[in-house]
């Protein structure tokens, strides 16, 4: 079994695979890495012509995060699979609530998704944070109501939640509000791997 | 913004889109559902044609969990998205170690991926065990290598890694495989997500 192991060398020949893929939409050189890390992570070079930035995001962010920003997310796989030491060099750490008592205590009294109840329990907290959604649709959602209705601004919203039921109605939402820049992907596909991608790929080109 | 918010109407309409999707495979039902768990995963209807279940691997799963097998994951975000409350009525536990001192050492010394030295590491461990690979092709590999020089057989291997390098390779490797039954996904999309809705899917399918 002859394979390549050498960490450096894979990730350097899966950025040359990819490379070509995006060539066409003449990106610029950090946004091109948010392109170059979803489609790594997805494995699916079909998801380019479905990414959507806002064109302050990545700007927003990289000043957001080195003002020692949190990052707020909807599941335990986007925390998970954010650099956590990256994020922490700037004072920044990652919340997720949707295992927690009161969320759940939350969601059950009001019957609406744990995601819906731990973002309304985040509230004011989202103000001026980097929120990352990679899962739940309705998290999402709520985001867009509180941003709408309770004037909470986060510097940006990474929403790349994934499925068959909300999920490309409330990223179209989201690619349509004006009022927080954005990073999502247009559709049903995305996830958690997906959304934390995004959150690395600006985490990376820092400094 | 009127949406479902009710999380059994939410999964119940997924599974009803889904459904069409994957009816010309004329699946068994325990079959279907692991198809419609990584769709539902990953967003992507796309998926169907490409999974692989060799014909005992679910019910090879079901019977090594109810004895009680654990679950081996090479990521950290593989073992997140596994339901660890559903396992452990069986008295399984889910092991990475991906970032542990002892596999950095190895991977350091020794010029290999922390996801080879995990699986190097784990060793013994996987004989009886589950098998559940979401990210790294290296680690597929190594297990892959484990079965066949050392005679080290998981009950099942879930191997769905992700990526342009070495990804569809493993698979089809995994794929080829006659020794140890598998669920896998050709070509160079996966996830996380997608290998512990494979393994979700079984665990939700039992008793």
């Known amino acids: 079994m002859d394979y390549i192991k050498d960490p450096k ?6 950025m040359e695979i990819i490379a070509p893929y995006i060539e066409k939409y003449n990106l610029d050189a950090a946004t091109a890495k948010v392109y170059s890390r979803i489609i790594h992570a997805s494995g699916d070079v079909e998801y380019a012509p ?3 930035l806002h064109k302050e995001a990545i700007e927003r962010a990289k000043t957001a995060l080195k003002k020692g920003a949190d990052i ?8 998970t699979g954010i ?3 990256r ?12 295992g ?7 969601a059950e009294s009001e019957h609406i998704t744990r995601a819906i109840a731990a ?9 001026g944070a980097i929120v990352a959604i990679g899962n739940a649709p309705t998290a999402l959602f709520e985001v867009l109501r509180l941003v709408k209705e309770k004037n909470i601004l986060p510097a940006v919203i990474v929403g790349i939640p994934v499925g068959f039921v909300g999920a490309a109605d409330s990223k179209k939402l989201l690619a349509e509000n004006d009022k927080v820049p954005f990073i999502t992907v247009e559709g049903t596909k995305g996830g958690s791997p997906i959304a934390a991608a995004a ?3 600006i985490l990376y080109d820092m400094e």
């Open 9 to 14: 060398r894979i990730e350097t020949k899966s």
């Open 50 to 52: 479905f990414i959507r």
């Open 72 to 79: 707020y997310t909807d599941v335990e796989m986007v925390k």
């Open 83 to 85: 650099n956590k030491k």
């Open 87 to 98: 994020l922490a060099r700037y004072g920044g750490t990652v919340h997720c609530i949707i």
């Open 100 to 106: 927690d008592d009161k969320t759940r205590e939350l």
């Open 119 to 127: 973002m309304r329990i985040f509230g004011k907290n989202l103000d």
């Open 199 to 201: 959150v690395n790929a």
